[in-house]
């Protein structure tokens, strides 16, 4: 394996992320080739917390995108902060100041409200982390937007003009997949598909987030987790429900799973109601003898 | 792998390989896979297995077929030869034959077969294209046909939600939100804010039946899902037999043909029997992303000739019922006036569905158009 790529995978695991050589591997590249990465992936695997960590990794800031529909521009890019302006305007009233500097006045960087993405581009100190959240919950209109910012990094602003990026901030997006992205926005990225962890990485991954978690009771849950994925269920629990179950039953002061406080619990994994109830109590009872099982 | 150019020459067979099988892997792709492979140790199989699934931008679904043309590619075996690819050459020499004829399950149909072309009533060739029954379609009526399509199926992306939501310049003055704006300019009404309808974009989702039995009329009926699929953003395409395959990226649009060859060799069983159940459940088990909800129009093409669990495709249509707007069977046998829905599944799925439609020939499949619309 390559040097940089394993230095990359232990820094990650440093910084709490317990990446598989997949994960490594894109990120080096996406950082590399300087591309974005985009990372798709059931609810729960944890796509954000690449973007979080390498963040961390790169001391830099994280600036975050959460996309929804009917997303704008003025959101997402940049707004005029219109009181400010207009406070300006009745000072200048008074002051009888020239109409033509007023206006360049007025319209300058200062009566201008940074959002996300500009904001990623403009930080001055350093390369900042874009992560552009749930893109597929955004309109196909702002996907194709996104393409003018992802290629060139520069944003036109009428009124000011086209402002350049200080420095290529390292971009990140997700999709849960809810909608299929644009041909147009997939060519710029890297992509990474993120599956369901196996156990060993799933047993890290829940050691390292929930310490307070006894030796046997982790290793439990993780067993009734990997195993639940594997029935018939409409939402399938994610690395996410994972750690709150843990953390819901380290509360309970628990240190073994039994039938009574699984059921109480099992909100904590399953958030359908069709899907607890198809989890009835000879199923779990299933689960549960698999769960202490040592095989 | 001799040197940069050895690989390079390399990439650019397994990248064509991976088109042949019905992929998108473009140049822009190829370079950054280029460019990646630069940076990895090329010592180290799984590292150059990850880099090109990361470089070349393969979606879950194409990992299968991926991993088998690297062990092929990248392996030192020499056997970069794929029947997919030799088909791609020979195609472009001619215009293909497809011929059904032969050993299939055919169905007869005397009473269409026996009248002459020119007493078909209809005004003009386009009418009496829309009643020819899709076994004799020859490779004009195909085109023609996918054109027409794509006339009807334009009435799907335009239905116009009831909901009013915010829009940039067009629809009627939303007074609220405009003189919410005004209090920003000191109650001069700068720019109004207005509301309108947005579309409604129904959402398709087509499961199509690639057994033995349909054979006739698989072509057909995909290149009017793949018509669909051109004026319907979110159409999405599964073909089944004993497995399910998500085939709505592996096609191009408007090369069904190509695509149908590049298919037959991309997934298993084609043209095999059919366990309708078994594919139901895992499309609701494992196809999460593929949203259906009550602005989802399943359809589900199939001549219900089941080889499978009866229970289970009972149990997969209820659940499909509980989370679809309208379910749609278009059932090629229908069209024969003799046929009944008697086989065993088919029973079980008819008391799930909300349209029991013949999809025979083309004045079927506009009828179709009528119920997603």
């Not at chain 1, 109409?99 to 403009?122: C, M, Q, S, V, W």
Request: proline content about 4%.
């Amino acid at each position: 394996m390559n040097e940089q790529i394993r230095s990359m995978q232990a820094a990650m695991e440093r910084w709490g992320y317990v990446a598989e050589p997949e994960i490594a591997t894109a990120v080096y590249l996406a950082r590399e080739m300087r591309k974005p990465l985009l990372v798709e992936g059931e609810a729960g695997v944890g796509k954000t917390e690449i973007a979080k960590v390498l963040a961390r990794m790169l001391s830099t800031e994280l600036v975050r995108l959460q996309c929804y529909e009917g997303l704008d521009t003025n959101t997402a890019l940049y707004e005029w902060n219109y009181q400010r302006q207009l406070l300006r305007l009745k000072i200048a009233e008074r002051e009888n100041s020239d109409p033509d500097k007023l206006e360049d006045l007025i319209f300058g960087r200062e009566y201008l409200l940074e959002r996300p993405l500009l904001r990623a581009i403009t930080r001055r100190e350093g390369p900042a982390v874009l992560l552009i959240d749930e893109i597929d919950r955004a309109d196909e209109g702002f996907e194709a937007f996104l393409l003018e910012l992802l290629s060139d990094f520069q944003i036109t602003i009428p009124e000011l003009g086209t402002i350049r990026a200080e420095h290529v901030p390292v971009v990140v997006l997700t999709s849960n997949r809810s909608r299929e992205i644009g041909d147009a926005l997939r060519r710029r990225c890297l992509y990474l598909y993120v599956e369901h962890p196996d156990f060993e990485k799933e047993l890290r991954i829940l050691r390292g987030k929930v310490p307070a978690v006894s030796e046997q009771l982790a290793t439990a849950v993780t067993r009734f987790v990997q195993k639940l994925r594997g029935q018939q269920l409409r939402k399938l629990p994610g690395v996410a429900e994972t750690l709150d179950w843990a953390q819901a039953l380290v509360r309970l002061h628990r240190d073994a799973l039994d039938a009574e406080t699984a059921r109480a619990t099992l909100g904590c994994l399953l958030k359908d109601e069709q899907d607890i109830k198809a989890t009835g109590e000879q199923k779990l009872a299933e689960l549960l003898a698999y769960a202490s099982s040592r095989d | 792998m001799s040197g940069a150019h050895g690989m390079v020459a390399q990439l650019a067979r397994f990248a064509g390989a991976l088109r042949a099988c019905g992929f998108r892997v473009g140049l822009s792709e190829e370079i950054d896979a280029a460019a990646a492979l630069a940076l990895v140790d090329l010592l180290d199989r799984s590292e150059v297995h990850r880099t090109l699934r990361i470089a070349l931008r393969l979606p879950r679904d194409a990992w299968e077929t991926f991993d088998r043309l690297f062990e092929e590619y990248w392996d030192g075996r020499r056997a970069p030869h794929h029947p997919a690819l030799d088909q791609a050459m020979k195609r472009d020499r001619g215009p293909a034959q497809w011929r059904w004829d032969g050993q299939r399950v055919r169905l007869e149909m005397p009473e269409e077969r026996e009248r002459p072309e020119g007493d078909t009533p209809g005004y003009s060739p386009e009418a009496a294209l829309r009643r020819k029954p899709f076994e004799e379609f020859t490779e004009g009526d195909l085109a023609a046909m996918e054109r027409l399509v794509a006339q009807l199926a334009q009435r799907l992306a335009t239905r116009r939600s009831r909901r009013l939501v915010p829009t940039a310049a067009r629809g009627i003055v939303d007074l609220r939100r405009s003189f919410r704006r005004a209090l920003a300019s000191d109650g001069d009404f700068l720019r109004l804010a207005r509301r309108g309808r947005p579309l409604d974009v129904a959402s398709l989702v087509i499961l199509y039946d690639s057994s033995g039995s349909m054979d006739v009329y698989t072509r057909v009926l995909l290149a009017f899902a793949f018509a669909l699929r051109r004026v319907v953003k979110r159409v999405e395409i599964f073909a089944f037999n004993t497995t399910l395959v998500r085939v709505t990226r592996m096609i191009a649009p408007g090369k069904v043909l190509r695509s149908l060859e590049s298919l037959s060799a991309g997934v298993p069983d084609w043209s095999g029997g059919t366990r309708i159940g078994t594919c139901l459940a895992e499309f609701l088990a494992s196809h999460k992303d593929v949203r259906v909800d009550r602005n989802t129009t399943v359809v589900c093409v199939s001549d219900g000739l089941d080889q499978g669990d009866t229970d289970l495709l009972e149990r997969s249509m209820r659940e499909l019922r509980s989370r679809a707007g309208k379910i749609i069977w278009l059932n090629p046998l229908l069209g024969d006036t003799r046929y009944r829905p008697e086989c065993a599944g088919m029973r079980a799925a008819l008391p799930y569905v909300d349209h029991f439609a013949p999809a025979h020939n083309l004045e079927s499949l506009q009828g179709l158009l009528r119920l997603v619309g």
